[in-house]
């Protein structure tokens, strides 16, 4: 059994693949991720690289009621995969694959930082702006303003 600081970093680890699939970070980071998985066997890497495209398919093509469903499916399916990893390694193996899974996990974390101004958003996904019912929706990027505009009034003044 793993200690929880391991667990902890087996769920940050599959946290990851999943932010990161999709991304321009991606090729990158998938082939790091094979390799660590495939601990040198060019088979086994080569198989952690389909998966990885499976993932990154499945993620892509999630209807968007069901998308939170598939992330979580698919975190809990990396988080077993790297928890296999560790469990299946002792002493120096297993602190030396923690360590390149915790700066694969630290880089996809830089990699996906944004950050937003005053009255800003950030939104992680998809983001849908709707208006039904008789009701506004508007959506603002910038000085670009998408949406229902003023109606004119008198001047003021």
Not at 1 to 20: H, I, R
Not at 43 to 63: C, G, I, K
Not at 117 to 130: A, K, L, Q, S, T
Not at 132 to 145: I, K, M, W, Y
Request: glycine share 12%; charged share 25%; proline share 3%.
């Amino acid at each position: 059994m793993l200690e929880e600081a391991l667990v902890v970093l087996a769920t940050a680890g599959g946290t990851a693949v999943v932010q990161a699939a999709g991304t321009q970070a991606w090729d990158g980071f998938r082939t790091r991720v094979a390799r660590l998985l495939g601990r040198g066997d060019g088979v086994r890497e080569r198989a952690e690289l389909e998966r990885l495209d499976r993932t990154a398919s499945t993620l892509q093509v999630a209807d968007s009621s069901e998308v939170e469903q598939v992330r979580l499916r698919q975190e809990a399916s990396w988080q077993t995969r790297f928890e296999d990893l560790l469990e299946d390694l002792d002493g120096v193996d297993r602190e030396q694959v923690a360590a390149e899974l915790r700066a694969l996990v630290q880089e996809q974390a830089g990699a996906g930082t944004l950050t937003a101004g005053d009255h800003g958003v950030v939104v992680r996904g998809r983001v849908e702006v709707r208006a039904d019912h008789g009701s506004v929706a508007a959506l603002r990027v910038g000085d670009v303003t998408l949406g229902n505009p003023p109606l004119p009034g008198p001047p003021q003044g």
